[in-house]
């Protein structure tokens, strides 16, 4: 018999977005949903009838608890049927989630993450690799603010809202035929008519400042031709086009690209004598099936993952132990879910997006993409993303 599983305990925040997913997922599935908690540590009541009660060690905390039940399913639930794990971050959005139970293969199943494990390696482990990205970018903005005041290019809102802009720049340059008109629409309110400023796709530009400003009254971008030799004598910054990076006179680098390291590559090489190349596209845990033949793989999983529980150089995650997991049993090249059952919502990747006409994508409306299950992993409740807001057309 196929179920569905669900694991949350503590604060309230948790347990609203378990009910939140639970009604989306009742409304897709014809099999039975499992939910896991301790009560003891509830905040508010979890929205469901069928909750099983499990005593978490009191000296855990509410995220220590959740992953000790999570990992420890095995140990919880029924023998005798095929389970399929869901984060509380996972809303489903489609009838045919109950086809995941197909895509079973024993002893586990896994979807994949949608980075290396190089990248997810500095949250992971308390390394500071995150915080020394973060300080580089302070750095670079306290420059940028020596010219234009107040200036945050780095801020992932602002970030996404550059890219966008430049896409649509890209375009007009890329297929100038296509975009004739709005080419010359655009180079005539910049270049020819007396305007103090014009919009373009809800962005303000400023002739006088020749900078773009969002909604807010935030620079997006500004004209880097006409500011370069200025950023270059007030800051001792300039952007390297060869090498698409900003530098300094100094030769400082400032690249902001994801953060990545080895860190944890390092650790489970020298703890546990287990070699994963640092390219490895790992295993995510928010989606997983399992039956009674992964007891031995989740029993390893558990076990080391409370081990690293007291261990002050990786966090309390159980996704590093995952990946440590799956190579110990060799199951690197087993197969995984497809990604629309588990299909990873990045809010800075703006090739992922959502309108009413078209549907969902991935790659920028080049395809269009049919995910079953979302996993909203971040921005959870943000009404300016379309991601989001697609949720109110199936609520």
């Excluded at 949250?123 to 020596?146: R, T, W």
């Excluded at 400042?209 to 500004?222: A, G, H, Q, R, S």
């Excluded at 309390?316 to 190579?327: E, F, H, K, Y």
């Amino acid at each position: 018999m196929n179920k569905f599983v669900f694991v949350v305990c503590g604060g309230k925040e948790h347990i609203s977005e378990l009910n939140f997913s639970l009604k989306f997922l009742k409304k897709f599935t014809k099999n039975e949903i499992i939910v896991l908690t301790d009560h003891k540590r509830n905040e508010i009541r979890i929205e469901h009838d069928r909750v099983i009660q499990i005593d978490t060690p009191e000296n855990f905390d509410n995220h220590q608890a959740s992953i000790y039940i999570k990992t420890g399913l095995y140990k919880f639930l029924e023998k005798g049927h095929l389970y399929c794990y869901l984060d509380g971050d996972i809303v489903t959005i489609s009838k045919k989630v109950d086809n995941i139970f197909d895509y079973f293969q024993t002893p586990i199943t896994f979807a994949k993450d949608h980075c290396p494990i190089n990248e997810f390696s500095p949250h992971a482990m308390n390394c500071n690799c995150v915080e020394e990205n973060a300080k580089e970018e302070e750095i670079f903005n306290a420059k940028l603010s020596e010219l234009f005041n107040k200036i945050n290019l780095t801020n992932p809102k602002i970030k996404k809202q550059t890219e966008e802009l430049l896409g649509i720049f890209n375009s007009y340059r890329e297929s100038p035929f296509k975009y004739f008109f709005k080419n010359i629409f655009y180079l005539t309110k910049r270049y020819v008519l007396p305007l103090k400023d014009f919009t373009l796709i809800g962005y303000r530009f400023d002739k006088k400042t020749k900078c773009w400003f969002n909604k807010d009254n935030e620079i997006i971008l500004f004209d880097y031709p006409y500011y370069e030799k200025k950023l270059w004598g007030t800051s001792c910054i300039r952007f390297n086009k060869e090498g698409n990076y900003w530098e300094t006179k100094e030769g400082k680098k400032f690249e902001f690209k994801a953060p990545k390291c080895n860190h944890l590559i390092d650790y489970v090489k020298k703890e546990y004598k287990i070699t994963i190349p640092e390219n490895w596209q790992h295993w995510n845990g928010g989606v997983f099936l399992f039956d009674d033949s992964s007891d031995e793989f989740l029993n390893y999983w558990h076990q080391q993952t409370i081990k690293e529980f007291s261990n002050p150089y990786t966090k309390t995650r159980d996704q590093g132990t995952l990946a440590l997991s799956v190579w110990k049993f060799g199951l690197q090249n087993h197969p995984t879910l497809p990604e629309e059952f588990n299909w990873i919502t990045e809010y800075e990747n703006n090739l992922i997006d959502w309108c009413p006409e078209k549907g969902y994508t991935k790659d920028g409306f080049k395809t269009i993409f049919n995910p079953v299950l979302l996993h909203i992993y971040h921005e959870w409740g943000n009404e300016n993303w379309s991601i989001w807001n697609s949720l109110k057309q199936i609520n």
